[in-house]
């Protein structure tokens, strides 16, 4: 197995009620696009538990013309309507720093999705929580 060269890390949220949304629902979404399965390769459910996606080895669907060279994470919730649990952005945080630190990335590798794409994701209460972290840990 080759492993992809990462040079950018996406912050989702499924736009979805947090506790109604799963990895197995995101998955039947996806395949209902037309698309192989899940695109994020990771997901972050309401009670802060990771869930693997898409193989992290495999090119993701998350964001147009960026999937290539990128880690998709989608942390479950509608964030333009409701905030992050406190567990969710712990997750977020642990899995960020370890993916820093295992593809030798700097913080400002990590983009909300909005930055690159023509879209509200991941949502307010979530873009400005991901903002506030890469000041911090920048």
């Not at 479950?76 to 977020?92: H, K």
């Amino acid at each position: 197995m080759t492993l992809r060269r990462i040079r950018k890390i996406f912050v989702h949220h499924s736009a979805s009620p947090a506790a109604t949304t799963t990895t197995e629902r995101i998955d039947k979404w996806h395949k209902d696009r037309g698309w192989t399965g899940v695109g994020y390769h990771f997901v972050i459910h309401l009670d802060g538990s990771i869930h693997q996606g898409r193989p992290i080895h495999k090119t993701g669907a998350h964001v147009k013309s960026h999937n290539s060279g990128s880690v998709g994470i989608c942390v479950c919730g509608n964030f333009m309507e409701e905030v992050p649990s406190d567990a969710q952005l712990l997750s977020l945080d642990l899995l960020l720093r370890g993916l820093l630190q295992r593809h030798k990335l700097k913080v400002d590798t990590v983009y909300g999705h909005r930055e690159l794409g023509d879209t509200l994701c991941p949502g307010d209460n979530l873009f400005e929580h991901l903002v506030q972290w890469r000041t911090q840990h920048g």
